[in-house]
């Protein structure tokens, strides 16, 4: 290294030192601007943090999943197959040359035993249990059943008890404290099972640490044995170790082994989990983006802070520079602020956040993640990372203003006087263009369906709208002439302070943006899945029928219940067809005309011409999986059953109602139709294999009308033509109006006994995505509320003098709230109002691409509709007055005297 390159390195490093030193000063000087600028990076620093040891602790290692998983068990065994197999090296996977199937009859202990070291122990654990239990009037579905000898020293390793203890026999259970709420049951009290038929004591509250949701021990003699049982283990107690030979051995019988030591290398591909190893780069990159978009509304919202200090330092700086300090140091210095208050925040709230995971890691468990952590560990390259980002975010937080430092007027300075900012055309224009660069890339990722790149864009629009306000802020300002004294003032300061309020406006438009893109994405999508729902009953009607569909439950007991509970007094059979001996199993379906068929095969293999053909053949509208042909339930009825089934109009019931008793059929789809017959086919296999008959001709009526559901209802002269037999399956219930869960339950519990099914049509289920809605807007007014407030205090900080010559000029006490609430209103209103339209805009241009790649797309698919979601804008359309009402509430309404010394 030359000597002039050294001592420009040596300068610089001294330089650096010196701004740190006097960035420690000022941190301790200025103690409010520094616990603001500290409370907004170490907050999310400490969420950061939170989430990542929470999470690095729920990883667990090998060594802590074979604990979970063993208890104090050397090893656990599971026979798959009756000849040798070749496992991986924990039993996740295998392979075998032989009959891969369970053995012959149910598996013993002895046979187990057999093929272990002398004084071997193994006790059998079942992990699944089928088990349901009657609280109330309905029946609890949602709970698992383990069977397992808790009183035996290798099953209690596996779990850990509360209170009480270990069942004794059939008639007692141990349940997990979410089980406890689950069926609403106290230690000593008694479970009924859903069918009524046995019942249990609870004796004891025990925990599985793999598993923290409604569990349910049932001792091995309740469960009862079955032939096969492929889901049951065996937990061995050995005299020794695993070793090679006792693997080969085990493996060798159709025994996968599962112990604290891997199993000998095989050389054999068994085919078991693969590791992780590839990135997911779609994955990382939407978390960059939204990492990055998250770094930006923390530089936004802490950059107005830095601005402000630099305006209070200016005759400090301007000192700096008479003493000879160049650009560089001038920028170093107030860079230096960032780097000292992003450490400061980051080791805060690295310390917080540590500390809050260790703490909260009870309540992460339960509620989280359903399952208990190991070790208390933290990630040190995450926390390093997220350091490493909060020193970055205080940086860049203070790069605006480092160089709004060094281009000051050092005269100016020196007298205490405010230089205007210099307004530049190159940032309006390249804000512009990034904006309009941001909306045409996330176009062109809708039309690629690629979520990383519609982000890109959003990000590339908001950074443009970002370099814009300030130029915006200075328009409005000229428009502010003509308003009254307060929020002529606000306008004014926010277009000489533009370095502090335009980060702040940004900061809400960001946020708001983004909440009312999501929002409006997320209710368009709901809107879609509404309408390409389609109902498989019409809304009143219950359908009752067994679960193997051979016979149909009794009838009076059918009526009593719906009688009871939904006053109904309608109540048609369902009958179905069977085939005959011969053709079992067989399937009856109608024929679809080949002139109404779609003639273009759905897939990938047309042409763009062939395409757009297709989509313009009016044979081809409809749902893909129906172009060619659908699936019929087909039914026999003579009418009685066919409103309550398809919810047609009583002229539509009237007409296939006559259809059906003279002998024809009622279909669905007016396609199958032709001159007022229909064609229907019976498949079935023979002797000699698959067999089709010959199409019979059916006088037919086609609904126009009800549930879109694919039916074919023949009538019994139409069933005997096909050679058809009829069977009765269930009963069809006609209701007043949606049951509601209570009656449906106990509708549900009084044909328990006839082991019935019910099916009840409740609509679209899916979610409508309100509460993420809610928990968006919510998160964008508290951004609101919070720039508002910081933008507001530092400008009334800063703003001192003005309100002095106010009140020496004999402004009113009132005066001074509304000029706190003006102030908060032009951050919060124009920063609101700018994010609406971007989100609006934002999502508008995502939902017209998507549905322009739909609508070139084969076969067709439904379009976006554009929902704008009223909830979410309404939230965001009152926070503005919420943010002004509360700027002037907490304002001290008294204005400051001081006497001027300039």
């Known amino acids: 290294m030359t000597a002039g390159r050294g001592g420009r390195l040596a300068g610089a490093v001294g330089s650096w030192w010196v701004a740190l030193r006097i960035a420690r000063r000022e941190a301790r000087r200025a103690r409010g601007r520094t616990a603001l600028v500290l409370a907004m990076i170490t907050l999310p620093v400490l969420v950061l943090t939170f989430t990542a040891v929470s999470w690095d602790m729920s990883e667990l290692t090998r060594a802590e999943r074979t604990e979970q998983r063993l208890g104090v068990a050397d090893a656990e065994l599971l026979w798959v197959a009756r000849g040798p197999v070749t496992q991986d090296s924990w039993g996740d996977g295998w392979v075998s040359d032989h009959d891969a199937t ?218 700096v520079a008479v003493a000879g300090g160049d650009d ?192 409006v994405y997320l209710a368009s999508d709901h809107a879609r899945s509404m309408a390409t729902y389609e109902p498989t009953l019409p809304v009143g009607t219950v359908l009752v029928h067994r679960a193997d569909l051979d016979t149909a439950p009794a009838l009076a007991r059918v009526t009593e219940a719906a009688r009871d509970q939904f006053g109904a007094t309608t109540v048609a059979p369902v009958a179905g067809v069977r085939c005959t001996t011969e053709a079992e199993p067989c399937s009856v379906a109608p024929v679809l005309p080949p002139h109404r068929a779609c003639p273009w095969p759905v897939g990938d293999g047309l042409s763009e011409a062939e395409r757009q053909q297709a989509r313009a053949d009016d044979r081809c509208r409809g749902r893909p999986e129906d172009l060619h042909g659908a699936y019929f339930q087909v039914l026999v009825d003579d009418g009685r059953a066919l409103p309550l089934l398809t919810g047609a109009d009583p002229a539509d019931v009237a007409a296939a109602t006559a259809v059906l008793r003279a002998g024809g059929a009622v279909v669905t789809d007016p396609r199958y139709v032709v001159d007022g017959r229909i064609e229907v086919v019976v498949n079935g296999s023979g002797p000699a294999g698959p067999m089709t008959s010959a199409p019979t001709a059916v006088a037919a009526y086609a609904l126009r009308t009800g549930v879109p559901t694919e039916r074919l209802l023949l009538s019994r002269r139409a069933a005997d033509r096909l050679g058809l037999a009829t069977r009765p399956i269930g009963w069809a219930v006609a209701t007043d109006g949606a049951p509601d869960q ?81 102030q908060a209103g032009v951050i919060a209103v124009l920063g609101s109002a700018l994010g609406i339209v971007a989100g609006l805009g934002s999502a508008v241009i995502i939902l017209t691409a998507l549905n322009r790649r739909y609508a070139d797309s084969w076969p067709v698919q439904d379009p976006y509709p554009v929902v704008v979601p009223w909830s979410t804008l309404g939230v965001l359309v009152v926070v503005p007055l919420v943010a002004m009402l509360g700027a002037g509430l907490f304002t001290r309404s008294r204005l400051p005297v001081e006497r001027r010394l300039d």
């Not at 224009?429 to 519609?454: D, E, K, L, N």
């Not at 964008?780 to 001192?800: F, H």
């Open 102 to 319: 369970p053995p012959a009859g149910r598996v013993t202990a002895e046979q187990v035993t057999a093929l272990l070291p002398a004084g071997s122990r193994v006790v059998p654990l079942r992990r699944w249990v089928s088990f349901d239990a009657r609280v109330g009037d309905r029946v609890e579905r949602d709970v698992t059943g383990r069977a397992v000898d808790l009183a035996d020293p290798l099953g209690r390793g596996l779990a850990r008890f509360r209170s009480g203890r270990a069942p004794a026999g059939p008639d007692e259970i141990a349940v997990s404290p979410a089980a406890l709420r689950r069926l609403d049951v106290r230690p000593g009290g008694t479970v009924t099972s859903g069918d009524g038929s046995r019942s249990w004591r609870v004796v004891g509250v025990v925990e599985y640490p793999d598993d923290l949701g409604p569990i349910v021990t049932l001792h091995p003699a309740t469960a009862g044995p079955t032939d096969a049982e492929p889901d049951m283990t065996w937990l061995v107690d050995l005299p020794g170790t695993v070793d090679e030979t006792l693997f080969r051995r085990l493996n060798g019988h159709g025994v996968l082994v599962h112990a604290r030591t891997p199993a000998p290398p095989s050389g054999v591909d068994v085919g078991g989990p693969e590791p992780f190893s590839s990135v997911d780069v779609e994955g990382m990159s939407i978390s960059v983006l939204v990492g990055g978009l998250g770094l930006l509304e923390v530089v936004l919202l802490v950059g107005p802070a830095f601005a402000v200090g630099v305006r209070r330092r200016r005759r400090d700086l301007a000192l």
């Open 742 to 822: 209570g009656r449906r339950d106990r509708f549900a519990t009084a044909l328990r006994p006839l082991d019935a099914h019910v099916e009840i049509e409740q609509g679209d289920r899916s979610d409508d995505g309100r509460p993420v809605l809610l928990l968006l807007a919510a998160a964008a007014g508290v951004i609101t509320v919070g720039a508002a407030g910081i933008a507001t205090g530092l400008a009334a900080a800063e703003g001192r003098a003005d309100l002095s010559t106010l009140a020496a000029v004999g402004a009113g006490p009132g005066l001074r709230r509304l000029l706190s609430l003006c």
């Open 328 to 519: 560089a140091h001038l920028r170093r210095i107030v860079l230096a602020d960032g780097v000292v208050l992003g450490a400061l925040g980051a080791a805060t709230g690295l310390t917080l956040g540590v500390a809050a995971a260790f703490a909260a890691r009870p309540l992460v468990e339960q509620h989280l993640y359903g399952a208990r952590f190991d070790g208390y560990r933290c990630w040190p390259e995450a926390l390093v990372a997220i350091a490493a980002v909060a020193v970055l975010s205080g940086v860049l937080a203070a790069l605006a203003p480092a160089w709004a430092a060094a281009r000051q007027d050092v005269v100016a300075g020196l007298a205490g006087r405010r230089t205007p900012p210099a307004h530049r055309r190159r940032w309006l224009t390249a804000g512009v263009c990034m904006a309009a660069g941001g909306a045409a890339v996330a176009a062109f990722g809708a039309a690629r369906t690629s979520p990383p790149v519609i982000l890109a864009g959003l990000v590339l629009g908001e950074l443009g709208l970002v370099f814009a306000t300030p130029t915006l802020v200075g328009l409005l300002a000229r428009l502010g002439r003509s308003l009254p004294l307060a929020p002529r003032i606000a306008l004014r300061d926010a277009s000489r302070n533009r370095s502090s309020a335009a980060p702040a406006i940004s900061a809400v438009m960001a946020a708001v943006a983004g909440s009312v893109a999501v929002g």
